[in-house]
């Protein structure tokens, strides 16, 4: 087993590597090109192809180690609640005062209107201005009017409801109250995405010209269903067993 001491896992540097899990805490949409998965695909890919297995199975108890740390608690909420909806303020108001409020709001407006006409509209048009204000001042105690606004104010505030629960309940599926039940479902997603993988399709690897791996050409049948199945197929079947026997263990602890 090659050491994991000031190197870090995979030999990447120990600060390096809790920023590269910060970072996919951080932006848990990750993907091939995601600097958490590139980094770790750069790391084994330096590595004897004896070591690779022994190595993963070592950065795996690294990162549990990590992860268990009072410093990833403290990181995992800070990106919680950083990712946290604002949502919409709560409402302060009942129903009944928000409606006398709109009431008096455009009371407010006509007496307004009521000046403005008596200074700019001729003695001879003013009555019948101010009859035609009169009307729309009438309104304001019409019973059908004054139960369409309610009706009103109740569906937008119910509809405001529903949408911060959704927002809520989307934030929760996406992190967890509880830093283990995040830590549970990546493992499970990587759990499921490796079982499905055929690892006898012959693979022929592309590198860069700096030699790291950048992607792969394989007879496939059809298109892989996630980046998790491309990189299964870019570490080989001794890498993805390590890491699967790695996170079956992990999860066993994690589901007591």
Not at 6 to 35: F, K, M, N, Q, Y
Not at 186 to 211: C, H, K, M, N
Request: hydrophobic share 50%; aromatic share 6%.
């Amino acid at each position: 087993m090659l050491p994991q001491t000031a190197a870090g896992p995979l030999g990447i540097a120990e600060a390096t590597a809790r920023a590269l899990i910060v970072g996919g805490v951080r932006d848990p949409r990750l993907s091939s090109t995601h600097a958490s998965v590139a980094a770790v695909r750069h790391g084994y890919e330096r590595l004897p192809a004896s070591a690779r297995g022994a190595a993963v199975t070592a950065a795996f108890v690294w990162a549990k180690a990590y992860v268990n740390s009072p410093a990833f608690t403290t990181a995992y909420a800070a990106a919680r609640q950083n990712a946290k909806p604002a949502g919409l303020p709560p409402e302060e108001m009942t129903v009944d005062a928000e409606l006398k409020k709109r009431v008096d709001d455009k009371r407010a407006e006509i007496a307004e209107a009521k000046q403005a006409l008596a200074a700019a509209v001729p003695p001879a048009d003013r009555a019948a201005a101010m009859a035609e204000v009169k009307k729309v001042e009438d309104t304001l105690a019409d019973p059908a009017l004054l139960k369409a606004w309610r009706q009103e104010i109740e569906e937008r505030r119910a509809n405001s409801t529903s949408a911060v629960a959704d927002l809520a309940a989307r934030w929760n599926a996406t992190y967890p109250a509880e830093p283990r039940d995040f830590v549970r479902r990546q493992l499970t997603e990587f759990l499921e995405a490796s079982a499905r993988v055929d690892y006898t399709i012959p693979i022929t690897i592309a590198t860069s010209p700096s030699g790291a791996i950048v992607g792969f050409a394989a007879p496939l049948e059809r298109q892989l269903a996630s980046w998790m199945d491309i990189e299964c197929m870019l570490a080989g079947r001794e890498i993805v067993f390590a890491a699967r026997a790695a996170s079956q263990s992990w999860l066993a602890e994690l589901s007591r």
